[in-house]
């Protein structure tokens, strides 16, 4: 596979040094990547760059993982109007084994193969550099006329930011420049990639590694990912969407993917599977031929929920996302987890009551009218009911004299109640 070829049908090139095609084709190369480490979770936002290492290794290629344990501390000014939170060490290193893991999904750690991928931080390298040091060895190679002339720095320095531009930030292009000739020297790594709003300090650690050593570097930007609409990707009312099962749950994971438009699944595919381009074309048509069947957004759905999560995942958050039409949603609802059950009935009205309640004394028509005020009369409840448009966990009810007990509870805590076909309520013991 050529790898420049296979980012461009792909939608993932945005930018490269001339010469960057022909200096990867004519050998095996190292090329590595940063990551931000100030959460212990990637985010879909980092998948683009995650895919372009995972692709990098599949052509045969050595792909290096930088965790930036240092840079972190300091914060990158690129496309950022404000200045970032600093991270105190364990936290970092907390940090670094938790998306140490999750790449480990996407990259090959751990074989025998000469290309096999490697995670390195640079607080190691920095942690024990003195700023003396730094300044005589490294920051005397580039003036601050070089620095100023980047498009980062004099968008903060032109009004854009409230604070202007710290002098700690300022540094970061040097500091980042610093990774790249280090890994230069220490792993033969002649090629940095990344975001394209970071073509900046990439081209930085490109003239620090020509004006020091008289070497020759590389850079390849992707394109920062968006919306068709222009809105920024992997941005949910919620907030991010995490890889962490912990922070986003596999079925709300899932139907994220599920439910972009025609036009993004058509360019997510490309980007964040590996599917051929044969496969990607065959969908493409199918999706045309029928767009009610949203072939490109199911099998995009799966493609990541199954690289990032599990195929058992996938399939559960397939058979949770059919709950609400299911013939069979009230044996499915007693089997899924608690997570998935608050995801699948977000933002529906919810009411808590005391686990006393459900000791068998109090009716479904005094839990529903007086405990759980769903129901404004026990008339207008009796009603629905004989018109077969109560259920409870998704069961059709129509005694409301029936005692209200523990043997109704999901999860041993919850209660759902269906108020004909789209009103959903959930019931909260305490």
């Not at 490697?118 to 005397?140: C, H, P, T």
């Not at 036009?263 to 964040?272: G, H, L, Q």
């Not at 008339?379 to 109560?390: T, V």
Request: include cysteine; hydrophobic fraction near 35%; aromatic fraction near 10%.
């Amino acid at each position: 596979m050529n790898f420049i070829d296979e980012l461009k049908w792909r939608g993932m090139l945005h930018t490269m040094i001339p010469g960057t095609d022909d200096f990867i084709n004519s050998q095996q190369t190292t090329a590595y990547l940063g990551i931000d480490p100030t959460a212990d979770s990637l985010h879909i936002g980092h998948l683009c760059g995650v895919m372009i290492l995972r692709h990098f290794q599949r052509c045969g290629h050595k792909p290096i993982a930088l965790v930036g344990g240092a840079t972190g501390m300091i914060g990158d000014p690129s496309g950022k109007s404000a200045e970032r939170n600093l991270l105190d060490e364990p936290t970092l290193r907390h940090n670094q084994e938790a998306i140490k893991k999750q790449l480990a999904k996407f990259l090959d750690f751990d074989s025998d193969a000469p290309n096999r991928a490697e995670l390195v931080n640079n607080y190691d390298w920095m942690k024990d550099f003195s700023f003396l040091d730094f300044a005589r060895l490294i920051g005397k190679h580039i003036t601050v006329n070089y620095m100023m002339a980047k498009d980062s720095v004099k968008k903060r320095l032109n009004g854009e930011a409230r604070d202007g531009l710290s002098f700690t930030e300022f540094t970061y292009q040097l500091l980042q420049g610093y990774d790249f000739l280090h890994l230069y020297e220490e792993k033969g790594c002649k090629l940095q990639m990344g975001g394209s709003d970071q073509w900046g300090n990439m081209t930085t650690g490109t003239e620090l590694i020509r004006r020091k050593l008289g070497g020759e570097a590389y850079a390849l930007t992707c394109p920062l990912i968006t919306k068709a609409d222009g809105t920024k990707f992997g941005k949910t009312e919620s907030g991010n969407v995490w890889l962490d099962s912990h922070y986003t749950s596999p079925y709300k994971f899932y139907q994220f993917w599920l439910n972009v438009s025609d036009e993004d699944a058509e360019r997510y595919i490309k980007i964040f599977t590996e599917l051929t381009r044969e496969e990607v074309e065959a969908l493409v048509a199918e999706q045309a031929e029928d767009p009610g069947r949203r072939p490109l957004q199911k099998r995009l759905a799966k493609e990541v929920t199954v690289m990032v999560h599990s195929l058992e995942d996938y399939e559960a958050a397939v058979e949770a996302s059919q709950i609400l039409f299911s013939n069979k949603a009230g044996e499915l609802l007693h089997s899924i987890d608690e997570q998935t059950l608050l995801d699948i009935f977000e933002g529906v009205d919810r009411y808590e009551i005391d686990c006393s309640v459900l000791d068998g004394s109090v009716k479904l028509a005094d839990l529903l009218t007086d405990n759980a005020p769903i129901f404004p009369s026990k008339g207008e409840l009796r009603k629905l009911a004989q018109q077969n448009g109560l259920s409870i966990n998704k069961e059709k009810v129509t005694d409301i004299n029936l005692p209200a007990g523990t043997d109704l509870l999901l999860n041993d805590k919850y209660i759902l109640v269906q108020k004909g076909k789209k009103n959903y309520y959930l019931i909260i013991v305490k």
